[in-house]
């Protein structure tokens, strides 16, 4: 299994967020969580993630069959989380830049995951342009980019589609399949 969370429960007061969540991915494998809003998604991806600390249950990654080190967890996942995370003064091609530079990519591979993760999600010809000019779409897809650069084996996207237009939410789907199909 890629990820697997076993018993996630995770209480604020007596609101329980998520009350026993399994959740199984293999490699390959597109997984979507669906619910109305409140029903503990975003909370349960966060515990999954390791920004939250869920009460009890456990979450493994990449068939390790044991928790690995958050530091070797983060090269292996890619979030988009459901706010946009991306700074308005820098183009996005150092958006994308900035953030592979957390997952510690330099030189070459710096510049093939930029390259690569715009092309991803139909950026390549933006890449000089501020998201400031975005449409709310195009700054979806460059919220895409910044997870996709260092290619990671698991990709979590929190709501990538949310208040979107049909056609930015049909690229970030056809991104998807695109990827799914590069394993």
Do not use: W
């Not at 494998?29 to 809003?37: A, C, D, F, H, R």
């Not at 009460?55 to 990654?61: F, I, K, N, W, Y």
């Not at 690995?68 to 994308?96: C, R, S």
Request: charged letters at 25%; glycine letters at 12%; aromatic letters at 4%.
């Amino acid at each position: 299994m890629m990820l697997e969370a076993r018993g996630l429960v995770k209480r604020y007061g007596d609101v329980a967020a998520v009350d026993g969540v399994d959740i199984c991915v293999d490699s390959g494998e597109v997984l979507g969580l669906l619910g109305p809003n409140g029903a503990g998604k975003t909370t349960a991806i966060h515990c999954m993630m390791g920004l939250t600390v869920p009460d009890s249950g456990e979450v493994t990654l990449d068939g390790d069959g044991r928790r690995i080190p958050a530091e070797k967890a983060k090269h292996l996942i890619g979030l988009v989380p459901q706010d946009i995370a991306v700074f308005e003064d820098l183009t996005a091609q150092e958006n994308v830049t900035f953030f592979a530079r957390l997952y510690g990519l330099k030189g070459k591979a710096l510049a093939d995951g930029v390259a690569y993760a715009l092309e991803c999600t139909g950026l390549s010809d933006k890449g000089k342009q501020k998201p400031k000019t975005f449409s709310g779409g195009m700054k979806r897809r460059l919220n895409i980019a910044c997870a996709l650069a260092h290619r990671p084996k698991l990709l979590i996207m929190d709501e990538p589609t949310v208040g979107i237009d049909p056609q930015s939410r049909n690229h970030i789907l056809e991104s998807v399949r695109m990827l799914h199909r590069e394993n």
